[in-house]
């Protein structure tokens, strides 16, 4: 039966799946409220009842049915009041046998009900009758009544409490009834009515209820959704820069409460991802990416956390990890796993990547404090000990300072154009005549000293000062180089953030049709490691500034990571040999055999070759031994005064302008 208690149907809606179910546990929690008290109730109006009569019928109906009826009703009132108080609700196939059984068992009991107490009393008088159909009818509606959420139960209840009244009105029913038993029917009907509105506001908000749950569970997902995207980098899967910070600052919490060990931070930036990018494209790129984020995920196995900050970044967060030793370990462990060669599709692609880590030791560091020591010790070891791992220290820190100091000084240094060239003579190896000059940056600052071009020069690429530098510095090596003899060329370094400018470029050239400079005099020194900082870039301006016949030089070969490709990709003039490999060449022979395999191929290539560095008379003689043409070093001449280098290509000239003083 207790499918046809949902005679009501809202329009053109079926009640099923989730529905039907929300409908059946609320009708069932309903009934576990009501119907305890319910049973009470027939159980005290039957003992009342059959008390009140006891001595005037006989012992069937005063005694033996009262009780077994009284026994089957504490039965079933017992088993819904356990069920009231066992809270949580039964499963949904016990919640259908309950209302099944409530569905028949009932209006079955209201049958054995009014049968009993209408037939004790048919032989007792009309009063006595009136009594019973009057407690029949009212047990009946408010049983009715109280299974209001089971309508259809509900219309059996008053049925079956009808049908002996009936049948006794009509075996010996008098007129006296008549209005009772009219009374009593028309209430019926209104129990029955207000039992079907109360049942349609019911089916509506449990309706209502479950669209409301519906779409809550809708925007908890969309929340759930909007939350993963924000906290995970797309491309990896990986957590992104918001989640790792998040997690950072509640593990700082922890640790300023005492309830974490340190731990350490290490960022990683790859090496050579770039390239990587440019000639295999995006995509190949992107592979890569994904890889190294799951290299990083197995190397710190569950010790951690690693995300991508963006890029080529990604950060690591490594729990228990205390002393400088552990963490010289583990990072050697991470640029270790990110070394074997990645095979995407067809392309076998190489890199490395550089770590810097910081000890998180100290309570009450801010995240973003945390994150630039650690960006610190990444930029130590990018700038000098590239695809290894550099721990952060506080005198990391104190060159920060020094840096800033040193860059408020060139930026007035700049201003004042008081940054000075000098010159550095290249010879003949084999007669020693100087043939050329390489023009060096100098800079004395009255109060920091001297300042090395290796130390300014990146200070000046990172603070956006090094175009105006460079132009400076070229304006006044013109000036002076256009002071010495036709013979004599120069020799100009460019910087790695020079070459990615096309600007750059395009200035050199009018400075030096400005300044009416022999271009063929000109050669432009270019290193392996700037080249690959954009190479499309680098390749643009290489190939600009030879169609105006200027020469490119390969300057500090060997020191980077990709010579003979880079050989056979750009057209170089000249080859200069590093001075690391001239500084060994005399004790090793197996640096001697490496220097002699370069000027070979520069033979072959034919291409100059030249060697920076020499400073005694055994090096230039093995050099010019192995047919090495040109040589640089402290041998033929330290770095001289753009005075200096006048004087000394121009003899004559500076013996005039001795007389004439
Ligand atoms: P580099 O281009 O390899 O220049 C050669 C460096 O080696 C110079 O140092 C020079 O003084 C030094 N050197 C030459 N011969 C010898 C030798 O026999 N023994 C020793 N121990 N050293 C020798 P410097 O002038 O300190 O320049 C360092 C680097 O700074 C240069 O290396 C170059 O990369 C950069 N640099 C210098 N001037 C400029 C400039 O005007 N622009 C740019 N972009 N970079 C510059
Ligand atoms: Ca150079
Ligand atoms: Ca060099």
Redesign the pocket.
């Known amino acids: 039966m207790g499918k046809f208690q949902y005679f009501y149907k809202p329009k053109h809606k079926q009640i099923t799946g989730n529905l039907r179910t929300a409908l059946i546990r609320e009708q069932h929690n309903m009934l576990r409220n009501v119907l305890p008290a319910l049973y009470a109730t027939m159980m005290v109006t039957l003992i009342v009842f059959t008390l009140s009569f006891k001595d005037m019928l006989p012992q069937w109906y005063s005694l033996y049915l009262p009780l077994g009826f009284l026994g089957f009703m504490t039965i079933r009132a017992n088993y819904w009041f356990k069920s009231f108080r066992r809270g949580p609700e039964p499963n949904i196939k016990q919640i259908q046998k309950d209302i099944r059984s409530v569905s028949w068992v009932t209006p079955l009991m209201i049958l054995c009900y009014s049968t009993l107490a209408i037939y004790s009393q048919l032989d007792q008088g009309n009063h006595h009758l009136t009594l019973a159909v009057v407690v029949v009818w009212c047990v009946a509606l408010v049983t009715a009544f109280s299974l209001s959420t089971l309508p259809l139960t509900s219309i059996f209840v008053i049925m079956f409490a009808t049908i002996p009244i009936s049948i006794s009105f009509a075996l010996h029913g008098t007129s006296d009834l008549t209005p009772l038993v009219s009374i009593f029917i028309s209430l019926s009907l209104l129990v029955i009515y207000t039992n079907s509105v109360t049942y349609r506001t019911f089916v509506e908000t449990i309706i209502t209820r479950c669209k409301l749950s519906k779409k809550n569970a809708i925007i908890e997902n969309e929340r759930e959704f909007a939350t993963k995207i924000a906290y995970t980098d797309n491309l990896t899967g990986l957590p992104n820069r918001r989640s790792f910070y998040d997690k950072l600052d509640e593990k700082l919490i922890q640790l300023e409460n005492g309830e974490t060990k340190p731990f350490s931070v290490a960022i990683i930036d790859l090496d050579g991802f770039k390239p990587i990018n440019d000639v295999h494209g995006h995509q190949t790129g992107d592979a890569v990416l994904i890889e190294v984020g799951k290299r990083l995920v197995s190397a710190i196995k569950n010790s951690g956390m690693v995300a991508r900050l963006g890029g080529d970044e990604f950060c690591i967060l490594v729990n228990d990890i205390v002393t400088e030793e552990d963490a010289t370990l583990l990072g050697d462990h991470l640029v270790e796993a990110l070394r074997p060669v990645y095979n995407i599709d067809s392309v076998k692609a190489h890199l490395s990547g550089s770590c810097g880590i910081n000890l998180v030791s100290n309570e009450g560091a801010s995240s973003s404090c945390v994150m630039e020591r650690a960006d610190l010790a990444l930029y130590k070891a990018k700038s000098e000990n590239r695809g290894y791992t550099e721990i952060f220290s506080r005198e990391m820190e104190e060159n920060v300072r020094k840096r800033s100091q040193v860059e408020q000084a060139l930026r007035e240094a700049i201003a004042d154009n008081s940054i000075d060239i000098h010159f550095q003579p290249i010879v003949n190896l084999h007669d020693k005549k100087i043939i050329g000059m390489?023009a060096?940056a100098r800079w004395h600052h009255p109060e920091l000293g001297d300042i090395s071009p290796d130390w300014f020069i990146p200070i000046a690429e990172h603070s956006g000062l090094i175009a105006e530098l460079t132009e400076n510095l070229f304006r006044k090596a013109i000036t002076t180089a256009k002071k010495w003899p036709e013979e004599y060329f120069l020799?100009f370094?460019l910087s790695a953030e020079n070459l990615t400018r096309p600007t750059v470029g395009m200035n050199i050239l009018s400075i030096m049709l400005q300044e009416n400079f022999n271009p063929t005099r000109l050669e432009i020194?270019v290193t392996e490691t700037a080249i690959m900082r954009n190479l499309q870039r680098a390749r643009a301006t290489i190939i600009n500034l030879r169609k105006a016949q200027i020469k490119i030089?390969l300057?500090?070969f060997g020191t980077g990571y990709s010579s003979m490709s880079q050989i056979k990709e750009l057209p170089f003039d000249k080859i200069?040999i590093d001075k690391s490999f001239i500084d060994g060449i005399c004790d090793s022979q197996r640096t001697r055999n490496l220097v002699l395999s370069v000027v070979g191929m520069c033979k072959n290539l034919n291409i100059c070759c030249l060697a920076?560095g020499i400073e005694d008379e055994e090096q230039r003689k093995i050099l010019s031994n192995m047919g090495c043409k040109m040589g640089q070093g402290y041998l033929f001449g330290k770095p001289i005064s753009s005075e200096k280098s006048i004087e000394l290509l121009n003899p004559s000239a500076s013996d005039k302008m001795r007389l004439s003083a």
């Open positions: 390489e060096l020799s370094n020194e030089s300057d500090d200069k920076e």
